[in-house]
């Protein structure tokens, strides 16, 4: 038989795992609004990138090679090496594929979890103007020659490459991905 004393020691105990359990899906449920936010505002820069890279300084953003016969216009104007705002968004578009990409990498290693207050949703939404973003950045540094090892990408292969930079935000996004595990599986072990 249960005395007083034992019954009070488990309510408490009870009691510290609901507060405990509640912790952690608090926390969760803030790191899915984090990355909601995370996302907007990547979406944000996804939209505005072209937009203000080909119309403020339209010779500042050069993400493809210029070739022999082609040029783009800029106000009747025609400019060898100027990227359109369809270029730019282009480039974005493929890296959001690579990006999709990965996503459905990713989805493999995912299980459905207790506690995962649309965590898991939010991961997978943020590679998507991760992967453009970096596909679009880092197609602006090789051109630029900033990265000396690689030559500039020629106008055929910018969306494979594209592609490419947009399945390579994995490495970015893992480190939040990593996070929510270790954040998820504290919360299953309760």
């Known amino acids: 038989m249960l005395t007083d004393e034992v019954r009070a020691l488990l309510r408490d105990m009870q009691q510290a795992i609901n507060d405990r359990q509640r912790a952690q899906e608090t926390t969760a449920r803030r790191l899915a609004l984090l990355l909601r936010v995370a996302t907007l505002a990547l979406l944000v820069v996804c939209a505005t990138l072209p937009l203000v890279g080909s119309h403020v300084q339209p010779d500042l953003v050069q993400l493809m090679q210029p070739l022999g016969l082609s040029s783009t216009s800029v106000e009747g104007q025609t400019l060898e090496g100027v990227s359109s705002w369809q270029q730019i968004a282009g480039v974005e578009i493929w890296g959001a594929v690579g990006a999709l990409m990965s996503g459905v990498v990713a989805v493999r290693g995912v299980r459905p979890r207790l506690g995962d207050e649309g965590l898991s949703v939010a991961q997978l939404v943020l590679k998507l103007p991760a992967g453009s973003?970096?596909?679009?950045?880092?197609?602006?540094?090789?051109?630029?020659d900033v990265v000396p090892l690689l030559r500039p990408i020629e106008h055929g292969q910018v969306g494979a490459y594209a592609v490419l930079f947009g399945f390579a935000q994995e490495a970015v996004t893992r480190l939040i991905d990593r996070q929510a595990a270790s954040l998820l599986d504290k919360s299953a072990n309760l």
């Open 133 to 144: 973003l970096t596909a679009a950045f880092a197609i602006l540094l090789i051109q630029a």
